[in-house]
């Protein structure tokens, strides 16, 4: 089973956008090679990154199943922020995916169900020399688990803290995502944009994928005089 159609048996989808390619390492180019390594069979396992939100941690955890499974190896990403509408015997037989990728893990912190989930899942896929990814927005030292033998097991492996994109950083990952949608984002209007959301680059992502749809539809580039007019008359 390839990891899409994983990803259908558990009700989650991965956005196409995901991809190592489409992920501007910045400082952050260690970890971006061990997952890209881990998703290829290759690696140490488990890998555990953290940061804070909009730091890239969803996006390079769906990358790696991406990855994964554009090589004929099975991936499952499992999104525990939304563990609410889940339920912990989705952990169950997991362990049969060459890479498992579990995102927002201090969602289910101090969950005593939960917590006893992932701790026999992570025993499983060892046991079977699978590959196990973790992603929170801290480090395991710092997770509010009850269940201590859970937490050794997200240190044995590598921990990376997902270092934050400078201001040239954050444009180039703008004009990246730009050059994937197929238009060139002029460095002016980039800049503009990132005064207007100064830090968060997901918002970012999704003020600049709504202005490309507006410049489509009119015809023009996205000048700073363009997108303003846009803003103000739309309200983005």
Known sequence: MNATARQLTLGIRLRDSARFDSFLPGPNAEPLAALRALAEGQGESPLY??????????HLLQAACQHAGARGRGAAYLPLAEHAALDPAML????????????????????????????HLFNRIRERGGALAVAADCAPAALPLA????RSRLEWGLVYALAPLDDAQRLAALQLRARRRGFELPDDTGRYLMRRVPRDMPALFELLDRLDEASLAAQRRLTVPFVKGVLGEKQI
């Open 147 to 150: 269940l201590p033998d859970l």
């Open 49 to 58: 990154c953290w940061g804070p939100a909009g730091s890239g941690r969803s």
């Open 92 to 119: 169950e037989g997991l362990e049969a995916m060459p890479l498992v990728c579990l995102d927002d893990v201090q969602a289910v912190a101090g969950e005593a169900h939960w917590e006893e989930g992932l701790f």
